[in-house]
């Protein structure tokens, strides 16, 4: 009997402390910060980076989400898509509540993933003073620096597809930012004076592993192993001179199965590069 209530008790507790393990790599949202030096910063600037929500929830109307943002007192955040489901497309109101709630703390921009591509949604971010870029560009000027921030929509890219054919070149003296929800920097890095891309998609794999690192990338099952190509599944690389950062996100799709990857959002500071 006595035996039997100590490998009650120990089961008991592995049960706990796997579930806690769980429930915290998968439900509690850390904070990456990242700092970037670029020439053509005059000033300091704070950029915060949400992507792929998906149907996930922290707290009632996201409000743990809408204030560990407010937290990173941000200058402009940027929206990188897949912002709900596809089996949410009739009813993308939480979305839309909170991305709108966003420009209450700065100006937010936003670029669509493979989930949330629908005119009416877009339509509504619009009406709640989000900025919409799809295919499109915007100069903006905050802190004194003056940034042009290009935006595409998720979409499969052709062999021939090229951002030179749906922009103009980029003015070498402006800070030129990509949004683009997939990563796919062999269709981005050709344009030239582009300084930064910002995207998400990948949730990092979900699952990492320590050595192996992801399960799971664009279509390959341990991907170190098999994947042929680059890989951008999560943090900040260099291609051609144009640095990339891909966030994991924030939501759980299609189960919550993250594993040493917890949920996040990025602060980025972008900082003056002194020589």
């Not at 769980?22 to 990456?32: D, S, Y």
């Not at 996930?56 to 898509?81: A, E, H, M, Y």
Request: charged share 20%; with cysteine; hydrophobic share 40%.
């Amino acid at each position: 009997m006595k035996k039997r209530k100590i490998s009650f008790r120990i089961g008991f507790m592995v049960l706990i402390l796997s579930v806690t393990f769980w429930a915290v790599n998968n439900f509690c949202i850390r904070v990456e910060n990242q700092t970037l030096l670029s020439e053509k910063i005059i000033s300091p600037l704070r950029i915060v980076l949400v992507s792929d929500l998906h149907s996930s929830s922290f707290g009632k109307d996201n409000r743990i989400l809408k204030n560990l943002i407010k937290q990173q007192t941000p200058d402009l955040i940027f929206v990188l898509g897949d912002m709900y489901s596809r089996f949410e497309a009739e009813r993308p109101d939480k979305a839309v509540a909170f991305t709108t709630a966003l420009t209450q703390q700065a100006p937010v921009y936003f670029v669509s993933g493979d989930h949330d591509y629908q005119q009416n949604y877009f339509k509504a971010l619009e009406e709640g003073g989000v900025n919409v870029l799809n295919f499109e560009k915007s100069d903006i000027t905050v802190n004194g620096n003056e940034i042009s921030l290009y935006g595409i929509r998720s979409e499969w890219f052709s062999p021939t597809f090229s951002l030179s054919n749906a922009f103009e070149p980029a003015e070498e003296n402006r800070l030129n930012i990509l949004l683009a929800h997939c990563p796919y920097m062999e269709k981005y890095s050709s344009f030239e004076n582009l300084d930064f891309v910002f995207s998400g998609d990948t949730h990092g794999g979900m699952v990492r592993l320590p050595l192996s690192g992801p399960v799971y990338y664009n279509g390959s099952i341990f991907p170190k192993f098999t994947y042929i190509g680059e890989m951008y599944d999560k943090g900040l690389y260099s291609v051609d001179g144009t640095r990339l950062f891909v966030t994991s996100g924030v939501g759980n799709y299609p189960l919550p199965i993250r594993f040493n990857n917890r949920p996040e959002i990025v602060a980025i500071d972008l900082l003056p590069k002194t020589q």
